[in-house]
């Protein structure tokens, strides 16, 4: 499985983007997906995770689940982080990742995109 993310860039405060994850050479509707953030100085930290099905998110902040949504488009293999009202502290390099793993909380990913950078002027 090949992951390509895109859809960063430069922002202002309070603005929105959407990061997008091509898939490809798998099954992508049976994939598992995810995004992580990698921000200066900081470990890779989990942002949210779509089950297979899409029928299911997680996220490991409340405070982002409210800002960011992440989604799915099988018939596209794409996966998506919608991000609005976003904050200096969201600076990071965010990367998709992905398996075959059906339980949405199961740690560990089998398979990562290159990051797109996400940087969040105040």
């Known amino acids: 499985v090949q992951l390509q993310a895109s859809g960063g860039g430069l922002v202002q405060a309070g603005d929105s983007l959407r990061l997008s994850c091509a898939a490809s050479g798998g099954t992508f509707s049976l994939l598992r997906m995810a995004w992580f953030r990698q921000a200066p100085e900081k470990k890779r930290a989990l942002v949210a995770v779509?089950?297979?099905?899409?029928?299911?998110?997680?996220y490991t902040d409340s405070s982002l689940k409210g800002r960011f949504t992440i989604s799915r488009d099988d018939s596209k293999s794409m996966a998506y982080l919608q991000m609005n009202s976003l904050k200096p502290e969201d600076t990071a390099v965010y990367y998709c990742?992905?398996?075959?793993?059906?339980?949405?909380?199961?740690?560990?990913?089998?398979?990562w995109g290159q990051g797109t950078q996400v940087t969040v002027s105040s």
């Open positions: 779509i089950n297979w099905r899409g029928t299911s998110t997680y």
């Open positions: 990742a992905a398996d075959y793993t059906s339980s949405i909380r199961t740690p560990g990913f089998d398979y």
